[in-house]
């Protein structure tokens, strides 16, 4: 609803649902990603994002809501596909709720609104360059293509539109 209009300017009043399911104030492409804390399942530590995506190109992947073993490895085979695709040019890490890095207060998660499972990929200058969910296939290879001047297959064949196309079940 609105709520006052100033100008070219407007306010908005949201119902919470609306905040619940909708992206809107939420991180978006072109965003700087802000800094938080995950705990590194494998060695108990915390690390930040920043430390994550400082190095270069970074592709996080959230599972759909509470992590499963088959939604584990469907967020693993992006991550296989997409590093088959651009090669050491990208480092991905799985951002869960129990394992891998984990985002056990999902601060990270509702920064980035993945409660319905997300894919992004942050630019090596700290910016989300791209942010997609789980179920759109040829998306994220068509980014990746653009970005890395590579040459995909057939969208629909590419191996990381495969790979999305495996996570929805």
Avoid: C
């Amino acid at each position: 609803t609105v709520n006052a209009v100033d100008g070219d300017r407007f306010e908005v009043m949201l119902i919470p649902h609306t905040l619940e399911v909708t992206t809107l104030g939420k991180l978006q492409a072109g965003d700087r990603v802000p800094d938080a804390t995950l705990i590194d399942a494998e060695h108990g530590a915390p690390v930040t994002l920043f430390d994550l995506i400082t190095p270069g190109w970074t592709l996080l992947l959230f599972s759909r809501g509470q992590a499963t073993p088959e939604s584990v490895d469907s967020l693993e085979m992006v991550a296989r596909q997409v590093q088959d695709a651009v090669g050491d040019a990208v480092r991905s890490y799985l951002v869960l709720d129990t394992t891998a890095k984990t985002d056990a207060d999902r601060e990270i998660s509702h920064v980035f609104a993945a409660g319905k499972g997300l894919v992004a990929l942050v630019r090596p200058d700290g910016y989300l360059g791209y942010r997609g969910r789980l179920n759109q296939p040829g998306e994220l290879a068509s980014y990746l293509a653009r970005v890395f001047a590579m040459r995909l297959p057939d969208p629909e064949m590419s191996p990381v539109s495969a790979a999305s196309q495996e996570t929805v079940r």
